[in-house]
């Protein structure tokens, strides 16, 4: 299994990014994907998720209104889009998928909101 995220940067707030996790090593179109976030002296906290068929998504509280999950399973590719973003977004953002009940993770990519 490898998952590789990319698409973070700086923005400023307000600003949008798109994140991507490619997939690979497994049937993408039969697992939920998840995004995950983790801030500097915090914990891993989820983001987002989407079914393996992309009929369902839940969000973070703190996110919702704000972000989009979405995947292509034509491209074994799971999404984020991310918009009206705020300084308290910065994170290294990463993607997860369960499989066979072990998290496998990608290696993250930072989100930096700053002015």
């Known amino acids: 299994v490898q998952l590789v995220e990319s698409g973070g940067g700086l923005v400023q707030p307000g600003g949008s990014l798109r994140l991507s996790c490619a997939a690979s090593?497994?049937?993408?179109?039969?697992?939920?994907m998840s995004w995950y976030r983790q801030a500097p002296g915090k914990e891993r906290e989820l983001v987002a998720a989407?079914?393996?068929?992309?009929?369902?998504?839940n969000y973070a509280d703190s996110v919702k209104g704000r972000f989009t999950i979405s995947r292509d399973n034509a491209k074994n590719t799971v999404y984020l889009q991310m918009n009206s973003l705020k300084p308290e977004d910065t994170a290294v953002y990463y993607c997860?998928?369960?499989?066979?009940?072990?998290?496998?993770w990608g290696q993250g990519t930072q989100v930096t909101v700053s002015s």
């Open positions: 989407i079914r393996s068929a992309g009929s369902s998504t």
């Open positions: 997860k998928v369960n499989r066979w009940g072990r998290d496998y």
């Open positions: 090593g497994f049937t993408f179109s039969s697992y939920a």
